[in-house]
C-alpha cells in the first residue's frame, strides 16, 4: 500500500536524427543505467523491480506488436510488460497507479520510439477517421495548422510570438546535450522558414524525424526512501479526452487540458499554479501551442498567451519558467516525449540539470498530448 | 432513405493506398549471425550465466539479464524438435512469388544447444518424430545471402 | 490504498465474423451501453476509461481517439493499452489497479477488434523473431499451433481425432451461448474432412476472425456494493509476458500459463484447482491448445486431457467446467478477447449465463489471456469473501 509514489532514478538517450543501433540494444543501455543508479535487479520476490509499463507505438516499429520482441530486454520475462500505446505522459501515470492500487512496488517506466524507421504523417493519416480525414490527407501536423489559423484569428496572436517560443526553447535547448539541436535561432529565421501548413512554418515544427528513448524507476513511498535520498514525489495526475472531430470544438479552446489540469492540481493541492510552480515542461509540437497549453494549464487567461510570452513570464528567469530543457522544439521524440518531460522535471527538483538547472526548484508540471490538435492531454505534478 | 432503409444497405468504404510503407530497421547482434550464414557456420550466442545458446541472437539472455556478447558455433547436425507442412501458399522472397511449399519446416536443436528452424528434405510427415538426427544441406556459398534458407534443407542422416 | 473491487456490470455484442452495418466506435457503443445497462449507471457515472484493440489488425492508428467520443467520453480521462493478443487481459489489470487505488468510483473496460476492416493489415506473426527473420519463416499463429498439436500428439500419444472431439465439444458450449459467433452443430465426421491448413490444425480447429466487442465496469468495494447486489469481486490478477525472449520455435510447449497460474494460486490460498475453482474461462485460440491448457491449468495430469476428453468428462454440466462458453474457437475479436473471457466468467458467478450456466454454484472462476509465444495474463474472480 502506498500512500505517495516516488521517481528514484531516470535515464535518457541522447535525441539523434537516426539511431543506427539495433532496439533491442538502446532498450538495454537505458535500462542497465537505471538499474545501476538504483541496484535493483528484476525480481519476483518483491526484492527488486517488480514490473514495467511501456510507451511505445507498433505503427513506428513495422510489426504488429513490437513488444513482442523486445520486451526480455525490459526485464518483462514472466513479469508484466503492460503498454501504454501513447504519449508516454500516460505511461509515467498508469505507472504511478500500479503503485498507489498496491497490486507492485517498484515499476519501471520506459518509453521509445524509432521515427526514423517509416514516415510520420503517413502513420498519422492512418489516425484519422475513414470517411472525412483521411480522404482529405489530414494529419496530426495539418491538424495543428487548423489549430493555429483558428487560434490566431481569435485572440490575435501573431506570427512574432509564435517565434518568441521557437527561439527561446532553442536557446534553452543549447543547455541541453541530450536534445538534438545545439544552435540557436533568431524570429527572422523563424519567420523566412518554409511555409509548410499554414500557418505553420517550417522552424515551428518538431523536428522530425528524431530517435531516443527515456527509462525511470517509480516505487512506493517507503521503498523510494530506502533506494535513494533523493525522490522525486508525483503529487498529482489528470487527464482528459476531448472531441476528435476537428470541427465538434472551437480549436482555439483546450477544454480537454483545462480540465486535466484540475485534475492534476486538485490532486496536488495547488490553486495558483504560476506562483507555486517553478518550472514546466509542456508538450509543445509546434509553437503555438506552449502559448496554448500555457493557456489551459491556467498559466494566464484565455487568448493571453501571446502576452504571456511577451512578457517573459515563461523564459528562464522569469517567474515560471516553460520548457527550460529546450522543449519538444529542440528535437525529442513523439511518444517519448511525455516521459521526457517527467523526466526533465525530476532532473531539476533533483538539482541535477546541469546548465538548464531552475534555481531553488521545488515544484515541477509536466505535460503530455496525442491526438490531432491536442485530443487527449495528461498532467503530472511533482515536488521535490 | 431512413436510418432503418440505409442500415439494410450496408455502404462500404475501398480504401486503397497506392503508397506501400517502407521501414527502415537496424540489424545489431543478428549481422554476426548473417555474415555466419554466408560463411556456411550457424553462430549463435551464449549467455556467460547460464550458458544458454540463442539464434536469433538475443541482446541479452532473458533469464539472467546479462549481455551475451560469447558466440558459438553451432555445428552442422541436430534433433529434431518439431515439424509442420503448411497447406497453404508462402512467399518465396527468391524468386518473389507465393507458392505452396512441398518440403515441410523442421525445429531443430543443435549440436551447441541453440535451437533453429528450417526446410527438410523428408516429405512425408509420418517419418518425421521428434529426436530423428538431421544434417544441414546448405546452398552454393555464391547463393548464400544470409537468411534461413542459406541451409537449402535438413536432412535426416543415414547411419 | 489498496482496496477490494469488483466488477459490477458486464457487456458484450453478437459477435459475428461481419458488421457492416455499424462503424468501429457504433460497434463499441453497443457494448457499452449493454454494460451500462447490466449495470443500471449511466456515463455521467464513469469517472476512468481503459481502453484496448489490436489496432494493427484493423488497419487505424489510435483508434481510441475515434472510438471514446461516439459513447460519450469526451470529457472523461482515459487511456489505450496496446499488447497484441493479451491486450483486453492488460487492459482488465489497468482497469483493476485504477478501481484499487480507491481515487476513482466507476473504472470502464472497453476492449473491441473489428476485423472485417483491416486485411490483418501488417502481419500478426506472433512476434519473437525480430524483424529480420520474421518474414523468411512462415510464422503465425496456425503455424505455431502446428508446432504445440505436434508436440502435444508425440508426448501423448493421442491421435488428431482428438483434437476434433475436442471441437465437437466447444461447438457444443457454444451452440448453447447467444453471443458467440460459430454455432456450426459440428460432428466429428465434419471436423476431419475440413481442410487441413498445417497438419494436425484443420480449418475448423482455428478461431475465426471476429467483430466484436466487450466491456466491464469495475469499481472499489464501496461504490460496488451500491450499485449491484452481485457484485463479482476481483481477487488477483497477474500478467506474465514473455515477449520474445523464446519463441516456439524454440520450444514447441512454450508456455507461460502452469507459471502464472501457480503464482496465482499460490497468492490465494488455492491446492486443488478443481476443487477451488468451479468455472474455467480459458484463452484457447485452436482446439489442440484446449487439452493442453487444461493440464497447465491443473485440473488434470499432464498429457492426459486428451482422455477425460474422449470419456466426456469435460463440459458444461460434466466434471470439468472448461470453457461453458464456447470458447475463443468459437469467437475470437483478438483485443476484446480476454475481456470477453472475464465476462464470461462473471456471468457464471453471478448465475447469469442462461443455458450454458454451469449447474453449480461458483465460488471461483479463472479467466485468461493470451497472446504472443505463449504469454498470458491470468485472472481470479470470486463470488463472497
Known amino acids: 500500500m502506498a500512500d505517495r509514489v516516488g521517481i528514484v532514478a531516470v535515464a535518457q538517450t541522447k535525441f539523434d536524427q537516426k539511431h543506427e543501433e539495433h532496439l533491442t540494444e538502446t532498450l538495454v543501455r537505458v535500462t542497465k543505467d537505471v538499474m545501476k543508479q538504483t541496484g535493483l535487479e528484476f525480481k519476483d520476490d518483491g526484492t527488486g523491480i517488480d514490473s514495467t509499463v511501456a510507451a511505445s507505438q507498433d505503427y513506428f516499429g513495422g510489426l504488429g506488436g513490437i513488444h513482442l520482441h523486445y520486451a526480455y530486454t525490459v526485464g518483462a520475462y514472466k513479469r508484466p510488460d503492460d503498454r501504454v500505446e501513447e504519449d508516454g505522459a500516460l505511461a509515467v501515470a498508469y505507472g504511478a497507479m500500479q503503485v498507489l492500487s498496491g497490486h507492485h512496488d517498484v515499476v519501471l517506466v520506459i518509453g521509445h520510439i524509432k521515427e526514423s524507421a517509416c514516415s510520420k504523417n503517413q502513420v498519422e493519416n492512418l489516425g484519422m477517421d475513414h470517411v472525412y480525414g483521411r480522404k482529405i490527407g489530414l494529419d496530426f501536423v495539418a491538424a495543428a495548422g487548423m489549430q493555429a489559423m483558428r487560434y490566431q484569428h481569435k485572440y490575435g496572436i501573431t506570427p512574432e510570438q509564435c517565434a518568441k517560443v521557437v527561439v527561446k526553447n532553442r536557446t534553452n535547448g543549447r543547455n541541453n546535450p541530450l536534445v538534438m539541436y545545439a544552435n540557436g535561432i533568431t524570429i527572422e529565421d523563424v519567420l523566412n522558414s518554409e511555409m509548410v501548413a499554414d500557418p505553420l512554418r517550417a522552424l515551428e515544427i518538431k523536428p522530425n524525424p528524431v530517435d531516443g528513448a527515456v527509462a525511470m524507476i517509480l516505487a512506493s513511498e517507503d521503498k523510494a526512501k530506502k533506494i535513494t535520498d533523493k525522490p522525486v514525489w508525483i503529487t498529482g495526475m489528470g487527464m482528459c479526452y476531448d472531441h476528435h472531430e476537428l470541427g465538434y470544438r472551437d480549436l482555439a479552446d483546450c477544454d480537454a487540458l483545462v480540465s486535466a489540469a484540475q485534475m492534476a492540481y486538485k490532486m496536488a493541492g495547488i490553486k495558483d499554479p504560476v506562483k507555486e510552480l517553478d518550472l514546466a515542461e509542456v508538450s509543445e509540437h509546434c509553437a503555438y501551442q506552449e502559448l496554448l497549453w500555457s493557456e489551459g494549464l491556467g498559466f494566464c487567461g484565455k487568448g493571453e498567451g501571446g502576452k504571456l510570452i511577451d512578457k517573459g513570464t515563461t523564459s528562464m528567469g522569469g517567474e515560471l519558467p516553460v520548457n527550460p530543457s529546450g522543449g519538444l522544439l529542440s528535437g525529442v521524440p513523439l511518444c517519448v516525449a511525455g516521459i521526457q518531460r517527467v523526466a526533465e522535471c525530476v532532473l531539476q527538483l533533483r538539482g541535477e540539470a546541469g546548465g538548464r538547472q531552475v534555481s531553488g526548484a521545488k515544484k515541477a508540471l509536466a505535460h503530455g498530448v496525442e491526438g490531432p490538435a491536442g485530443q487527449l492531454h495528461c498532467v503530472i505534478t511533482l515536488e521535490k | ?159 | ?385
Open chain 2, 1 to 159: 432513405m431512413t436510418t432503418e432503409e440505409q442500415k439494410q444497405e450496408p455502404e462500404l468504404l475501398l480504401y486503397q493506398y497506392p503508397r506501400t510503407a517502407h521501414y527502415w530497421h537496424a540489424l545489431g547482434y543478428q549481422s554476426a549471425v548473417i555474415e555466419g550464414f554466408k560463411q556456411g557456420r550457424i553462430l549463435a550466442n551464449k549467455c556467460p550465466k547460464c550458458g544458454r545458446a540463442m539464434v536469433p541472437a538475443r541482446t541479452v539472455c532473458p533469464e539472467c539479464y546479462v549481455e551475451a556478447t560469447e558466440w558459438v558455433d553451432q555445428g552442422q547436425r541436430g534433433k529434431l524438435v518439431a515439424a509442420f507442412k503448411l497447406g497453404y501458399p508462402f512467399y518465396d522472397r527468391r524468386t518473389g512469388e507465393a507458392k505452396i511449399w512441398d518440403k515441410p519446416i523442421v525445429a531443430v536443436e543443435l549440436e551447441g544447444g541453440a535451437r533453429l528452424d528450417g526446410w527438410c528434405s523428408e516429405t512425408d510427415l509420418e517419418k518425421l518424430k521428434p529426436g530423428l538426427l538431421l544434417e544441414a544441406v546448405w546452398r552454393p556459398p555464391e547463393e548464400r545471402i544470409g537468411a534461413f534458407d542459406d541451409i537449402l534443407h535438413w536432412k535426416p542422416v543415414e547411419e
Open chain 3, 1 to 385: 490504498m489498496a482496496e477490494r473491487i469488483a466488477i459490477t456490470g458486464v457487456g458484450q455484442t453478437h459477435h459475428k465474423s461481419k458488421r457492416t452495418d455499424v462503424n468501429t466506435p457504433e460497434l463499441v457503443t453497443e457494448a457499452v451501453e449493454a454494460a451500462l445497462e447490466d449495470a443500471q449507471l449511466t456515463m455521467k457515472d464513469i469517472d476512468f476509461v481503459v481502453l484496448t484493440s489490436f489496432e494493427m489488425a484493423d488497419g487505424q492508428y489510435l483508434p481510441d481517439l475515434w472510438v471514446v467520443p461516439e459513447f460519450g467520453g469526451v470529457g472523461k480521462p482515459g487511456f489505450k493499452i496496446q499488447n497484441a493478443g493479451t491486450s483486453g487481459g492488460v487492459a482488465a489489470g489497468a482497469a483493476f489497479s485504477y478501481a484499487a487505488s480507491g481515487m476513482f468510483k466507476n473504472v470502464l473496460c472497453v476492449s473491441w477488434q473489428k476485423m472485417d476492416e483491416g486485411k490483418g493489415a501488417f502481419g500478426r506473426g506472433g512476434g519473437g523473431l525480430s524483424e529480420y527473420w520474421q518474414s523468411q519463416i512462415p510464422f503465425s499463429p496456425i503455424t505455431n499451433f502446428a508446432r504445440r498439436a505436434f508436440a502435444y500428439i508425440h508426448n501423448s500419444g493421442c491421435t488428431e481425432e482428438h483434437f476434433g472431439i475436442t471441437r465437437v465439444k466447444q461447438d457444443q458450449c457454444a451452440m448453447k451461448n447467444p453471443y458467440a459467433q460459430l454455432k456450426l452443430g459440428l460432428t466429428l465426421e465434419k471436423v476431419m474432412e475440413s481442410a487441413v491448413l498445417v497438419w494436425p490444425i484443420r480449418f475448423l480447429h482455428m478461431c475465426p476472425s471476429t467483430c466484436g466487442a466487450g466491456v466491464f465496469i469495475v469499481s472499489p468495494e464501496k461504490q460496488a456494493k451500491k450499485v449491484t447486489k452481485k457484485p463479482v469481486w476481483v481477487e488477483d490478477w497477474f500478467c506474465v509476458h514473455v515477449g520474445g525472449a523464446f519463441t516456439m520455435a524454440e520450444d514447441p510447449t512454450l508456455s507461460t500459463l502452469r507459471y502464472g497460474c501457480q503464482t496465482v494460486y499460490k497468492r490465494c490460498g488455492i491446492t486443488n484447482p478443481l476443487k477451488d475453482i468451479q468455472a474455467f474461462e480459458i484463452y484457447e485460440p485452436a482446439s489442440p491448445a484446449e487439452l493442453r491448457w487444461m493440464e497447465e491449468v491443473g485440473v488434470c495430469e499432464d498429457w492426459t486431457a486428451w482422455k477425460l476428453m474422449e470419456e466426456g468428462k469435460v463440459g458444461i454440466d460434466k466434471e470439468i467446467p472448461f470453457n461453458p462458453s464456447g470458447g475463443v474457437t468459437a469467437t475470437n475479436p483478438i483485443g476484446a478477447t480476454p475481456v470477453i473471457r472475464i465476462i464470461e466468467a462473471a456471468l457464471q458467478i453471478r448465475g447469469d449465463a442462461g443455458e450454458h450456466q454451469v449447474p453449480h454454484t461458483v465460488n471461483r472462476a479463472l479467466a485468461t489471456g493470451y497472446g504472443g509465444q505463449g504469454e498470458n495474463v491470468i485472472i481470479l474472480l470470486r463470488k463472497s469473501y
